[in-house]
T-cell receptor
Framework: GESVGLHLPTLSVQEGDNSIINCAYSNSASDYFIWYKQESGKGPQFIIDIRSNMDKRQGQRVTVLLNKTVKHLSLQIAATQPGDSAVYFCAEINDNDYKLSFGAGTTVTVRA | DAGITQSPRHKVTETGTPVTLRCHQTENHRYMYWYRQDPGHGLRLIHYSYGVKDTDKGEVSDGYSVSRSKTEDFLLTLESATSSQTSVYFC?????????????FGSGTRLTVV
């Protein structure tokens, strides 16, 4: 999707700190937004999703925030651990469509 | 990843040769997809299938064809490989439209065209 200056391709985080990963999406008509985690040599793995009629959703150690006004999505990871080091992608999809559209990804590195 | 396997995992091929990548699922999901992943890009959709013999193009379909003769197998063919098709290819399956529910990715095939 297009960048509005909020997306960073890399993020370095101290172990135990909270991480915030940002994503600017492109399609205001998307119904669902999803965060994926991709570890080296593996395919993307589902983390959490949020419907377009919500602005916040919490999971285990993760929270997704959606701001439709500025078409911005964020993923917050609490108490970041070494196992959280990965590339994180946001994706969007419509209810009556099959196809995910991905953002460029953010590489998160956790410092011990 | 459970329920979805890609083969081969790695392949090196020469420019101009045909290449076929295979995606096999054991989940009986209706929808299957081929994506490619390149540095600086997220995953981009090449082709997808919404049933046996039902396929359609994604955003980067030029130079690729697909076939789905059985529910469990989705083949991606590069008729004449080019260096621009060097990439990591991911297959994915999903059980329904919309949302991220049941959207599962394979482990990828790293293809190098020399």
């Amino acid at each position: 999707g297009e960048s509005v200056g909020l997306h960073l391709p890399t993020l370095s985080v101290q172990e135990g700190d909270n991480s915030i990963i940002n994503c600017a999406y492109s399609n205001s008509a998307s119904d669902y937004f999803i965060w994926y985690k991709q570890e080296s040599g593996k395919g993307p793995q589902f983390i959490i999703d949020i419907r377009s009629n919500m602005d916040k959703r919490q999971g285990q150690r993760v929270t997704v925030l959606l701001n439709k006004t500025v078409k911005h999505l964020s993923l917050q990871i609490a108490a970041t651990q070494p196992g959280d080091s990965a590339v994180y992608f946001c994706a969007e999809i419509n209810d009556n469509d099959y196809k995910l559209s991905f953002g460029a990804g953010t590489t998160v590195t956790v410092r011990a | 990843d459970a329920g979805i396997t890609q083969s081969p995992r790695h392949k090196v091929t020469e420019t101009g040769t045909p290449v076929t990548l295979r995606c096999h699922q054991t989940e009986n999901h209706r929808y299957m997809y081929w994506y490619r992943q390149d540095p600086g890009h997220g995953l981009r959709l090449i082709h997808y299938s919404y049933g046996v013999k039902d396929t359609d193009k994604g955003e980067v379909s030029d130079g690729y064809s697909v076939s789905r003769s059985k529910t469990e197998d989705f083949l991606l063919t590069l008729e004449s490989a080019t260096s621009s098709q060097t990439s990591v290819y991911f297959c994915a399956i999903s059980e329904s439209t919309g949302g991220g529910y049941g959207y599962t990715f394979g482990s990828g095939t790293r293809l190098t065209v020399v």
